[in-house]
């Protein structure tokens, strides 16, 4: 009986110090440097900001607005969260514009050492509208507002780099070769993921990462949207992509960047695998690591909706 358990005492304790090696296996991998996240910009109808009935003929003005809380870590610039009303006239709602910008920045959310601090929330409010025909019944309606906002996502990979990138060395702290290149992203809907490196010729390392959409919404290029948020087919997908060292001494060239570090990339189902190369010639001869930059731009589309009925008042 003792003896079992000792045995099991021996297990516990196994598993304990394992489970111990694990956790700082991870905490010394991490950066700690973003807060993460797949989240954008949040969005929602103001309480009773379209009522959910409203009179006709005139008799009873409303306001449509919408709470906004930006809960990823980029701060969208002013004049950069442009909403539009769709599934109601215009003219029979008294609406001079369908569509509102907000004019002052909306920051992220960002870390305080250890401490998060949540954005402050703002909100975006068209003009007055009013129902100014006189119905003979009630008349339902689905109003419809989209919201599109400018975003980045930023991420930092841990690159290993040396002159001779196919020499292997004892001494070498790094991995050349590595399907779990260290890398932190911050908090926002398209990500970076499934980093890895391999050397792919004696002064060369091949660099590959996938961008995907990980939210709700769609995604269009930086200048897709300016006055209004409607839909703009041909600029749809479309993300600005940057990689770049740290330093800026190591030369790197994307083939879907059209062999340079910049470039429009094109998501299809979602997401995009990009290759680049680092040229490491000029580079010392011991390994070490290098904080790779990847910098995405873009536009970001989300919809809400609303069941308003405009009351025939005179029933």
């Known amino acids: 009986m003792k003896k079992k358990s000792f045995i099991v005492l021996i297990l516990v304790l196994s598993i304990f110090i394992s489970a111990c090696q694990n956790t700082g296996q991870k905490d010394k991998q991490s950066l700690g440097i973003f807060i993460g996240g797949n989240e954008g910009l949040d969005f929602s109808f103001k309480e009773n900001q379209p009522p959910i009935k409203v009179l006709d003929n005139n008799q009873d003005p409303f ?3 919408l709470n906004l809380q930006n809960k990823g870590e980029f701060t969208i610039p002013q004049n950069k969260i442009i909403s539009s009303l769709s599934g109601v006239n215009a003219e029979a709602f008294s609406l001079s514009s ?12 960002s870390k305080s050492g250890e401490q998060v601090i949540q954005s402050s929330p703002e ?14 019944a009630d008349f339902p309606t689905s109003l419809r507002a989209d919201i599109c906002y400018l975003y980045q996502t930023r991420a930092v990979a841990k690159v ?8 292997r060395d004892t001494e070498d702290k790094c991995l ?3 399907d779990k290149v260290t890398n932190e992203v911050s908090g926002a809907p398209v990500k970076i993921k499934d980093v890895k490196q391999r050397s792919s010729s004696s002064s ?10 990980e939210g709700k919404g769609q995604v ?7 006055d209004k948020c409607v839909d703009v087919s041909s600029e749809r997908d479309q993300i600005l992509v940057e ?10 060239k994307c083939s879907q960047l059209k062999d340079s570090n910049k470039g429009l990339i094109k998501l299809a189902l979602k997401e995009k695998i990009i290759n680049c190369n680092i040229l490491t010639s000029t580079l010392q001869d011991i390994a070490f690591e290098e904080p790779v930059n990847i910098v995405l731009n873009y536009f970001y589309k989300g919809s809400i909706e609303k069941q308003i009925t405009v009351l025939n008042s005179e029933q």
Not at 98 to 109: F, H, I, Q
Not at 123 to 136: P, S
Not at 243 to 252: C, L, Q
Request: hydrophobic share 40%; charged share 20%; with cysteine.
């Open 63 to 65: 306001y449509i607005s």
């Open 220 to 226: 269009y290029s930086p200048t897709a949207f300016s």
């Open 123 to 136: 909100e975006l409010q068209f003009d007055q509208a009013i129902y100014k025909y006189d119905l003979n």
């Open 176 to 178: 050349i070769n590595t």
């Open 160 to 167: 290993c780099l040396k002159s001779k990138a196919v020499d």
């Open 204 to 213: 060369e390392v091949k660099l590959t990462f996938t961008i995907a959409n």
């Open 243 to 252: 990689v770049i060292s740290a330093s800026g001494k190591a030369n790197i």
């Open 98 to 109: 369908l569509n509102a910008k907000l004019s002052t920045s909306l920051e992220g959310k």
